[in-house]
């Protein structure tokens, strides 16, 4: 009892007896912890006062548009019994039919920026649903041209009321101007992405050897640049 009396006559300091009296010690910083976070990119073009804030903001921007259009396609899809790349195939082999006629497995990859093989794993796919026919091109018995069934062209004009609805509301931020604006940058996008990937690729194999001719702007009027700009 005597400890007891004792303990609790003893005198307590101001900041035991105020807890939130106390001060907060800053806690020292993790060890190897960088004082500035690098730069992502170093083109002026990119950077607003030095900072690249901005670029980063337009890359996380562009992943969340991104998301968003292909959970759009995949409704799109959903909509005829397809998923969204088969949907994709399907729509894109019939633009193509009506506006070049003949339409290949190469050409369609090539409009798709997809592989060849993955083309043709799409359309075998297509065709066992009985919505594409397959035949030999009568010029080249080693190319397939590929054409849209009458129950492939069903689906499409079952899905296109809504289909046409969706995508001017997904769209509808965008005037005239500012549309053709938008798919030219993409279209230089495509491209510069594909030089940013022979960059990467060269990286990532020890940077040995010539640098990628894809890394060097490409001339106007090259033979690279007139296929490019042919797609």
């Excluded at 101001?14 to 800053?26: H, I, R, T």
């Excluded at 950077?47 to 890359?59: C, H, I, M, N, T």
């Excluded at 009321?161 to 101007?177: I, T």
Aim: hydrophobic share 35%; with cysteine.
């Amino acid at each position: 009892m005597s400890a007891k009396k004792s303990r609790s006559s003893t005198p307590r300091s101001e900041a035991e007896q105020s807890p939130l009296k106390q001060k907060a010690l800053p806690l020292p910083a993790p060890a190897g912890r960088p004082r500035t976070v690098p730069l992502t990119v170093s083109r002026p073009e990119l950077l607003v006062q030095g900072s690249d804030r901005a670029f980063r903001s337009l890359v996380h921007g562009l992943f969340g548009f991104f998301a968003r259009h292909e959970a759009v396609r995949a409704g799109h899809g959903a909509r005829i019994g397809l998923v969204g790349i088969e949907y994709t195939v399907l729509i894109s082999i019939g633009h193509l039919s009506a506006e070049e006629g003949q339409v290949s497995v190469n050409r369609l990859a090539e409009h798709l920026y997809l592989s060849g093989a993955f083309v043709t794993t799409l359309t075998n796919q297509l065709l066992k649903r009985g919505l594409i026919h397959k035949t030999p091109d009568p010029s080249d018995r080693r190319r397939v041209l590929l054409e849209i069934s009458q129950e492939g062209w069903a689906r499409l004009a079952e899905l296109a009321p809504v289909q046409r609805k969706v995508n001017d509301v997904q769209f509808d931020c965008l005037s005239a101007a500012e549309f053709q604006q938008l798919l030219s940058m993409v279209n230089r996008l495509i491209e510069s992405s594909n030089r940013a990937l022979s960059l990467q690729a060269y990286y990532a194999g020890g940077g040995e050897g010539a640098m990628p001719t894809d890394e060097r702007p490409m001339k106007r009027g090259s033979k690279q640049s007139r296929r490019l700009s042919a797609q």
